[in-house]
């Protein structure tokens, strides 16, 4: 995989950071409120600017006073941001003025950072020729400064023409970037709060990417991640949990269901995460399914806590019985039970990621599929349509996944949805897809 630069935004809790990035990607990417510390993650997304990529880390706020167990793995996220990058962009509030957290994660991040370029920004500032806001802050001992608007974008072009300057030209334009984006095979990691995603994420990647905390709703953003193993690459979503409507309180956490609602609509693999430790299925996890089913996404059904669940002999075979019955149309999906704690199986998780993947690429010879369409009518003819016989000409699968076959007939509404069960029916013979849903479509 072509290895890109990494530039990490940082800076105390609400002086704009994600403003920032959403205004570099140029469209919401990170969640934005008033509120402090909504970004608590890392958050990653892949821009261009002047021909150059790269990526940019947005990172958890900075309190240097504050030494609450989520405050700690926040600095935790910002140190193997700023490990991994090669530019700092800090950014202060204009409006507030320079205030001593400011310089204390100065201070920190010249300790952490030395030898990379690091770029001062003064974010909210409406009118960045006013030369009045940015005085106090050339105590900070850095120069240049970067006036700069994140909401309204003043001054955020003349920053990036810095910050890219001594960057690799790509050769690759916008659209071919944008091409590539889409071909991407993106797997989401998606449950209600507190089932173990995050735990579960880290554990697949083998690093504390995402926070993990005992209190429900920690992961308010889907963390994007490449991930590199055995030469492959993963492109993991780790999403917020997902709240019954009726506790979706404030703004933030009702963006961040529509955040995960989003990711599981533009998935290809949905990862479902339930608690084998609460040993039954909830309202939350029926209504995450039923938008896993509405995505067309292919999908894994993952047990996990499966250390602390109480469990005879019997409980997984009741498990797999409970789930298949409240789950009906998630039958193709195969399932697994782990524990992100203590790494049980988390290994045999990626092979069944692999062998799903695999099975989505697979395509079913035309000349099979002829054969399969000849059987099936032979055996049973399609019913008429409106007095009308119906003339099966062709059955073909399209591009994939998601895995789509498309009938050709000459009443394409006049097939009826049991006939084409039945014909999937005849296709599942050949080949199951294991992990997805086989779908059909009629036309002329």
């Known amino acids: ?150 909401v309204h974008g003043h001054g955020v072009a003349d920053l990036l023409d810095v910050v890219v300057e001594k960057m690799p030209v790509n050769r690759l334009d916008e659209e071919e ?55 492959k690459t993963y492109n993991f979503i780790d999403t917020a949990g997902l709240r019954r409507p009726d506790r979706e309180k404030d703004d933030v956490e009702q963006y961040s269901v529509y955040r995960t609602l989003g990711a599981i609509k533009n998935t290809d693999l949905a990862i479902l995460v339930m608690d084998a430790s609460k040993g039954g299925i909830t309202y939350q996890d029926k209504r995450i399914a039923g938008r896993i ?53 988390v290994n045999k998780l990626f092979e069944m990621i692999d062998h799903v993947q695999e099975t989505g690429r697979r395509r079913i010879a035309p000349e099979v599929l002829k054969t399969i369409l000849y059987d099936a009518v032979t055996i049973q003819p399609p019913p008429t349509f409106k007095a009308r016989e119906l003339k099966l000409k062709s059955l073909i699968q399209l591009e994939g996944p998601p895995i789509v076959f498309k009938l050709k007939c000459n009443e394409p509404k006049g097939v009826h949805f049991s006939y084409q069960r039945y014909l999937l029916n005849h296709i599942r013979q050949e080949e199951t897809f294991e992990g997805w849903p086989v779908k059909m479509i009629t036309g002329h």
């Open 1 to 150: 995989m072509e290895s890109i630069p990494t530039i990490a935004i940082v800076g105390r809790p609400n002086v704009g950071k994600s403003s920032l990035m959403n205004r570099i990607v140029g469209y919401r990417h990170a969640i934005v409120d008033p509120t402090p510390g909504v970004t608590r993650d890392r958050n990653y997304a892949e821009s261009i600017w002047n021909g150059r990529r790269f990526n940019l880390v947005d990172t958890g706020g900075l309190d240097p006073d504050d030494s609450q167990p989520l405050m700690t793995s926040i600095k935790q996220q910002v140190d193997y941001a700023l490990k991994e990058s090669q530019a700092i962009i800090f950014v202060c509030d204009g409006r507030a003025g320079l205030v001593p957290d400011d310089k204390q994660i100065l201070n920190f991040l010249r300790k952490h950072c030395s030898g990379h370029p690091m770029y001062v920004v003064i974010n909210k500032l409406d009118n960045p020729n006013d030369e009045s806001q940015m005085a106090e802050f050339y105590e900070l001992g850095i120069d240049p400064l970067y006036p700069i608007s994140a």
């Open 177 to 231: 970037l944008e091409r590539q984006e889409r071909a991407l095979e993106r797997i989401a990691i998606v449950g209600k709060p507190n089932v173990g995603k995050s735990m579960l994420f880290n554990k697949l990647i083998g690093e504390n990417r995402s926070i993990v905390d005992n209190a429900a709703g920690t992961t308010r953003d889907t963390i994007l991640y490449k991930h590199v193993r055995g030469g």
């Open 293 to 345: 089913i509405d995505s067309g996404a292919g999908c894994i059904i993952v047990w996990n806590k499966w250390d602390i669940a109480k469990h005879d002999e019997h409980f997984w075979t009741q498990l797999i019985k409970e789930t298949r019955e409240e789950f009906p149309l998630l039958a193709f999906a195969p399932m697994i039970a782990t524990s992100a704690k203590t790494g049980l199986r």
